[in-house]
């Protein structure tokens, strides 16, 4: 695992899938930090993604490097009220404290992806897999 968070905290960017009214959803998404064995991310309770989460709230979170390596993280989504882990994320990541401000901000909304699999791919080679 230690692998896969190396590759997140280098390639931060990559796409985010959820699910709305049985139709595949991605979009630009970035990940936040890992901590404890949890993959963390963010939204706005006032997004479309955060109304998915709600309904069906599984996901998958996938980015790719330069030479073509790319980690998957896929699972289920848990919201966290933990006004530790919401200051870490925005101290962690500046420009999404710049939208946010504050981890008392009532629209930042912080989950983490368990029950799931990552898994690491580089081109030519099946993946490596890893429950988490």
Known sequence: MKEIVEFLNENKM?????????????????????EN????????????V???????PF????????NMVTVRLAGEVIFTNDVNIKRKVLENNPEVKAIYHSETNPVLEVFYIEHGEAS???????????NF
């Open 14 to 34: 990559g796409a985010f899938a959820t699910v709305d009214n049985g139709q595949p959803r991605v979009r630009p998404w970035g990940f936040m930090m890992e």
């Open 120 to 130: 690491i791919s580089e081109f030519g080679q099946p993946p490596r897999k890893f």
């Open 59 to 66: 996901c998958e979170f996938t980015s790719t490097s330069k």
């Open 37 to 48: 064995g949890k993959f963390y991310f963010c939204t706005a309770n006032t997004k479309d």
């Open 50 to 56: 955060f109304k998915q989460l709600q309904k069906v």
